[in-house]
């Protein structure tokens, strides 16, 4: 069976950092990312990255602020956030792509509150 299980998420002051993890398990994934909804919004993409971990892609409002990578041993993802805002508030959602059968797989989502 696959699961991906996110942690890390939490409350923090505008300027502060969060990193976020994201534990995959049952195959071997190709594309992992993550995606966020706030309320009302639509969910979009923040980051994603290859199973190599050469090839990255940011949300421009996330660039020079959030970095993601992969342990492939681990099957973990990360994504580190530094300079938090109060409009990175929103659910985290971890994504994965397995490999052979090109389907998606979400976790449950972790929430993330910058506030004051």
């Known amino acids: 069976q696959v699961q991906l299980v996110e942690s890390g998420g939490g409350l923090v002051q505008p300027g502060g950092s969060l990193r976020l993890s994201c534990a995959a398990s049952g195959s071997i994934f190709s594309i992992m990312g993550w995606y966020r909804q706030a309320p009302g919004k639509q969910r979009e993409l923040v980051a994603r990255i290859t199973s190599g971990g050469g090839i990255t892609n940011y949300a421009d409002s996330v660039k020079g602020r959030f970095t993601i990578s992969r342990d492939s041993a681990k099957n973990t993802v990360y994504l580190q956030m530094t300079s938090l805002k109060p409009e990175d508030t929103a659910v985290y959602y971890c994504?994965?792509?397995?490999?052979?059968?090109?389907?998606?797989?979400w976790g449950q989502g972790t929430q993330v509150t910058v506030s004051a």
């Open positions: 994504n994965a792509v397995v490999l052979t059968t090109k389907t998606d797989y």
